[in-house]
């Protein structure tokens, strides 16, 4: 459930829902332009979700997990750091942005309905999964709710924060995920029981 809350507050949701609000931020100007430009989000996460479809069994997810995160955290910070330059500023913050979407489409994007599907006891599984699903779609709002503010009030600040919460992704991936590459559910549950 950890897992599936910090999918979502590590800020893909900043991305998908407000992107075209960045972008304009940062000087694209022509409604055209980040028209475009933000067609990029859409079509990359396409792409990469499919990538981490072919690559997960063969990586396992706690691989892909920890790079994804790190990569996410680096993708913020970047385009934190673009959107407060002059020089850096809409195409910093754009390539900072698809990014992001790279690293999270090949992990936390996937992953985490995966995981939750393997690791709770068949006995509980179907609600478990549905209370984790819930934690989701209720960490989905929040950060839906609060990024037009963060965006309007702390600028590019607002991506040093989601790239700290990356990092402690990252650790939380690092010390509580198990990786389930090869294992049978039953293993699995062995492991957790």
Known sequence: ????????????????????????KVGFQETSSVFLASLLVPVTLMIFT?????TIDKYGLRPLLLIGTC???????FV????????????????GLVMFIIFFSIS????????????????FRGAAVSIATNVLWISNFLIAQFFP????????????IFA???FITFI??????DETKGKSLEEIEKIWD
């Open 149 to 160: 503010w963060m965006v309007d009030n702390l600028k590019g600040t607002s991506y040093f």
């Open 80 to 95: 934190g750091f673009s959107f407060l330059s002059t020089t850096l500023s809409n195409y910093g913050v754009l390539t």
């Open 172 to 177: 939380v991936v690092w010390f509580l995920i």
């Open 71 to 77: 990569g996410m955290g680096l993708s913020f910070i």
């Open 1 to 24: 459930m950890s897992l599936a809350f910090l999918s979502q507050i590590t800020g893909i949701d900043s991305i998908v829902y407000y992107t075209p609000k960045a972008l304009m």
């Open 164 to 166: 700290a919460i990356c």
């Open 50 to 54: 499919i990538v981490a479809m072919f």
């Open 108 to 123: 936390l994007g996937p992953i985490p309905w995966l995981y939750m599907s393997e690791v709770f006891p068949t006995r």
